[in-house]
């Protein structure tokens, strides 16, 4: 597999982004909301990239000492090649980088591939959020790191 290489979100790559978005997630951000994260203070968009091509992304938000994940995907024919793996590598470092003491996350109660990601990267289960996610209704279930 050619290298994969992580930069920040410019506002050429909204539309690959909103690509997978779409083809990842039933109740998809939409192109407005990502836009206004490109300039917004507290939010870090990233990019994965393979041949200049956006594989996957995601937002992080950082407020004070903690990173949050907002968004996290990779495109369909690119997965389980290691490009979340890459993407939370890059996740933790900016964390580090920033002096965050902990990074958190929401993610769908069945979304087992995401958990299963999340656990090897030492995230722990720290809460629960009834309802938290529309299209289909489900319960978030809230993950930590500490740094
Ligand atoms: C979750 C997601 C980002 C993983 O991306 P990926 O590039 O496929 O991940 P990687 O190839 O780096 O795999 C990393 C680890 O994640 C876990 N994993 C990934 N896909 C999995 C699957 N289908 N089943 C079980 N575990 C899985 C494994 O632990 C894997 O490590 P391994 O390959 O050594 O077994 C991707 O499946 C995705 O975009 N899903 C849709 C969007 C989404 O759910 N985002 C998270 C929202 S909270």
Known sequence: MAEIFIRKMMENDLERVVMIEKESFSDPWSYDSFWSDLANEISMPIVALQDDIVIGYSILYIVADELQIGNFAVATQFRRQ???????????????????????LEVRESNKPAQALYLSFGFKDVGWRKGYYRSPRENAILMAKEL
Do not use: T
């Open 82 to 104: 290691g490009v979340g793996n890459k993407l939370m590598d890059e996740i933790i470092k900016i964390a580090v980088q920033r002096g965050c003491n902990s990074i958190y």
